[in-house]
């Protein structure tokens, strides 16, 4: 993680946004009941309440505890109920029984978060020229960013229980700019790249993630990249050409998981005649699921909830690839891209693996993203569901890659 140390002025900047990304978490959560928030619809999901536990589990035990002189901890069994994966910090709450916990209430939640936050405020309030800002800074910039992918895991997780419900009610009824796809994209265009040595990975300055460092050089051949994803007019055709029935289109892996699974079309897309429909009033057309209810497909919006398996199908079936993790960045500033960030993540070719020289962060942050460097893929630029500010051209997704509840998508590039 690359931080500029803040001199004592620093302190009411990093309340301010401290204050604002925790305000945040819970505007999102807002349109929710309490039984929608403590809702788990699968294992690789949480329910929202346990994010806004878990996000303040963090705080208090990797910031106050060790930082803030005299803190006393809510409830000593919270650090059992909302650790998630942090093996030097003790045993944990099976991640597939996260639903179980009815409680604490959500109102215990609520007042667990203002302990929290009022303590974190005193420890900045109270920052002087002896604070360690070296050691309390790097921590709190580490926490809001990891907040920051938790409230984009409450829209992902929500959306994917609320598909659960035969009734299939919108999150949000009405849009806001922020979660709002596109509703215009242009013909794809073909970008040539002309290949060569690149630097990859986050430059010096401002916040990182360990899995973004550190900065190197890419052999990249040319090739050329779409200037935008693919649309959901587009994946349509792929389906209707039978994409879901050749198994010549597919990876062996992933032709195993279509016909397990049963897909037949991205999971949050409703064909003709699919019963719930009736609900909607909906007209004739294939419709799509998202985080304000059941409309009616968009042809020219980004095609989004696909797995690895599919986006590498469709570009198969397409006659072209996906791009590498570092065919995406060194494009991402190229003259006539478009889409990078803000509607879709988008699939790469590159496993996610660590840069050459990568160390992991020190401390209990050691676990943060190292250990999971096995069987995922690496997703690139950011989705309607990403808090604003939070993305950037080196940012390094990941998921297995038969993942298919997040906003992801794909974007084309083939050999030159």
Not at 230 to 255: H, K, M, T
Request: aromatic share 12%; net charge negative.
């Amino acid at each position: 993680m690359n931080l500029i140390q803040p001199a004592r002025p620093a302190a009411d900047e990093l309340r301010d946004r401290f204050q604002s990304v925790r305000a945040l978490s819970l505007a999102l959560a807002a349109p929710l009941s309490a039984e929608d928030q403590c809702i788990q619809s699968m294992p690789d999901a949480s329910p929202t309440k346990w994010h806004l536990a878990h996000t303040t589990w963090f705080f208090e035990t990797v910031l106050l505890q060790p930082h803030a002189t005299g803190y006393r901890v809510f409830d000593a069994a919270f650090a059992y109920l909302f650790n998630s994966y942090y093996e030097a910090l003790g045993p944990r709450h099976p991640r597939p029984q996260r639903g179980l916990l009815t409680r604490p209430s959500l109102e215990q939640v609520q007042a667990y978060r203002r302990h929290v936050d009022e303590a974190v405020d005193a420890l900045l309030a109270g920052a002087g020229e002896d604070t360690d800002w070296e050691a309390i800074a790097p921590i709190i910039e580490l926490g809001l960013n990891h907040e920051q992918q938790h409230q984009e895991l409450i829209l992902t997780d929500i959306l994917h229980a609320l598909s659960c419900n035969p009734l299939l009610p919108a999150y949000r009824a009405a849009p806001t700019p922020a979660l709002r796809l596109a509703s215009v994209a242009p013909a794809m265009r073909w970008l040539s790249r002309p290949g060569g040595v690149v630097e990859v990975g986050h430059a010096v300055g401002g916040f990182s993630f360990d899995n973004e460092t550190p900065r190197h050089a890419a052999l990249l051949q040319p090739h050329a990249i779409a200037d935008r994803p693919v649309n959901c007019g587009e994946y349509a055709q792929f389906i209707a050409d039978g994409g879901y029935q050749r198994p010549e289109l597919w990876l062996s892996d992933g032709w195993a998981a279509v016909q397990a699974q049963g897909w037949r079309h991205p999971p949050y897309w409703l064909a003709p005649d699919d019963p719930r429909l009736v609900h909607h009033g909906a007209t004739a057309g294939w419709h799509v699921f998202g985080l304000h209810g059941v409309r009616p497909l968009e042809p020219e919006a980004p095609v989004s909830q696909l797995s690895f398996y599919e986006a590498a199908a469709y570009a198969e079936w397409a006659g072209a690839r996906l791009p590498t993790e570092f065919e995406w960045e060194a494009a991402h500033d190229a003259p006539g891209i478009s889409q990078m960030s803000g509607q879709v993540w988008q699939w790469t070719r590159s496993s996610y693996d660590p840069y050459p020289g990568f160390r992991p962060l020190s401390g209990v942050a050691a676990e943060y993203n190292g250990k999971f460097m096995v069987g995922q893929l690496v997703l690139r630029g950011g989705s309607v569901a990403t808090p604003a500010g939070h993305a950037r051209p080196s940012y390094r997704n990941f998921f297995p890659p038969a993942a298919r509840w997040q906003f992801s998508g794909l974007r084309l590039a083939k050999d030159l």
